[in-house]
T-cell receptor
Framework: KAGVTQTPRYLIKTRGQQVTLSCSPI?????VSWYQQTPGQGLQFLFE???????NKGNFPGRFSGRQFSNSRSEMNVSTLELGDSALYLC???????????FGSGTRLTVV | QKEVEQNSGPLSVPEGAIASLNCTYS??????FFWYRQYSGKSPELIMS????GDKEDGRFTAQLNKASQYVSLLIRDSQPSDSATYLC????????????FGTGTRLTVIP
């Protein structure tokens, strides 16, 4: 069965711009979680969506937002990009909570 | 204090040796514990989960949990060069929210 698909794989953006990343979960999975991975901070939880509702949110500024569509696909948006937003953004879909997480390949965002 | 702490390494072991990776966590009520392996440039891959005190073995991997000491470890027996990767410890905290707190990872190198 198809895995978790994230697009695009790589992005280069300029400070101040905004960016939208996409995540298509495994078929049947209704939960999509987003994480930011940086060398210094490791993996940090951004938010989780379940059945089109944000169910949980990490400690990130309001510039980071997301949404989920009726087909469970999720997007995250980062507005007014800063250099520190350069990171690998990973999404994980799950059927039954964290015990069944499957990560996508990630989107590597570089802000210049 | 971070929720999950790991020795960042790097840890180098010769091929065939036992690699020992350690992790401590702050939330005494945490219930679910995971070890992920992440190859360079790839997404995290779940290799072990453990939910109760004691040892859990799966092939060459053994996870150990000691809730009293708030300590989780991963042993890799007969280490192979293909085990060279970053190992991430992750914990689902007592709040029950559907997200994981990750350590910053330990980089393991197995020397042929």
């Amino acid at each position: 069965k198809a895995g978790v698909t994230q697009t695009p794989r790589y992005l280069i953006k300029t400070r101040g711009q905004q960016v939208t990343l996409s995540c298509s979960p495994i078929s049947g999975h209704r939960s999509v979680s987003w994480y930011q991975q940086t060398p210094g901070q490791g993996l940090q939880f951004l938010f989780e969506y379940f059945s089109e509702t944000q169910r949980n949110k990490g400690n990130f500024p309001g510039r980071f937002s997301g949404r989920q569509f009726s087909n469970s696909r999720s997007e995250m948006n980062v507005s007014t990009l800063e250099l520190g937003d350069s990171a690998l953004y990973l999404c994980a879909s799950s059927l039954a909570g964290v015990r069944t997480y499957t990560f996508g390949s990630g989107t590597r965002l570089t802000v210049v | 204090q971070k929720e999950v702490e790991q020795n960042s390494g790097p840890l180098s072991v010769p091929e065939g040796a036992i690699a020992s990776l350690n992790c401590t966590y702050s939330d005494r009520g945490s219930q679910s514990f995971f070890w992920y392996r992440q190859y360079s440039g790839k997404s995290p891959e779940l290799i072990m989960s453990i939910y109760s005190n004691g040892d859990k073995e799966d092939g060459r991997f053994t996870a150990q949990l000691n809730k009293a000491s708030q300590y989780v470890s991963l042993l890799i027996r007969d280490s192979q060069p293909s085990d060279s990767a970053t190992y991430l410890c992750a914990v689902n905290l007592q709040t029950g929210a559907n997200n994981l707190f990750f350590g910053t990872g330990t980089r393991l190198t197995v020397i042929p």
